[in-house]
């Protein structure tokens, strides 16, 4: 018998511009794309994947307060306020879920100010610096953390 997990992917400011924003360092795959290939790769892992986009720290907080109640864990690239947001952080903290700190970019291969990621000292993993294919590595670390 196996419960199926609910798995939330967040995405913070700018990554709706995938596809036309640097391309050179964040790939040339859309957002909307991602998102294809990771219900694809939901469905194979037997999965339910959320996933969802806002340019608004606000927004992105509320919605990871709305998964302590309906998500078994939170993947999250949160852009820039992965380098600035307290806020983001306590409401990881307070969620209680496994959280995965994803970025497509090698973000300590980059500029110096985001070495530092208010995220990390809560996630369980971090998976950077594969672009678009993170995702599917995230999903996939992400089932067996929650089938152990
Ligand atoms: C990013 C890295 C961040 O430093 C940057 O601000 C982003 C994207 C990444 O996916 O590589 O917006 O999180």
Redesign the pocket.
């Known amino acids: 018998m196996t419960d199926t997990h609910n798995v939330l992917v967040l995405n ?4 709706n511009m995938l596809g036309v924003r640097e391309p050179k ?2 790939g040339s795959e859309t957002l909307e794309s991602i998102e294809t290939s990771c219900q694809r790769i939901a469905n194979r892992l037997d999965i339910s994947v959320l996933f969802k986009q806002s340019n608004i720290e606000g927004t992105l907080v509320s919605w990871i307060q709305e998964a302590r109640e309906t998500q078994d864990a939170i993947i999250i ?4 306020f ?2 600035t947001s307290i806020a983001i952080l306590d409401a990881l903290q307070l969620v209680e879920v496994p959280v995965i700190e ?4 090698n ?1 300590f291969a ?1 500029e110096e100010f ?1 070495h530092h990621s208010y995220i990390s000292p809560c996630a369980t993993g971090v998976i ?1 610096g594969f672009g678009a294919a993170g995702y599917e590595l995230a999903l996939e670390a992400t089932k067996r953390l929650l089938d152990n």
């Open positions: 913070g400011p700018n990554l360092v964040y690239n949160a852009g820039a992965t380098h994803l970025h497509l970019s973000i980059r985001r950077c």
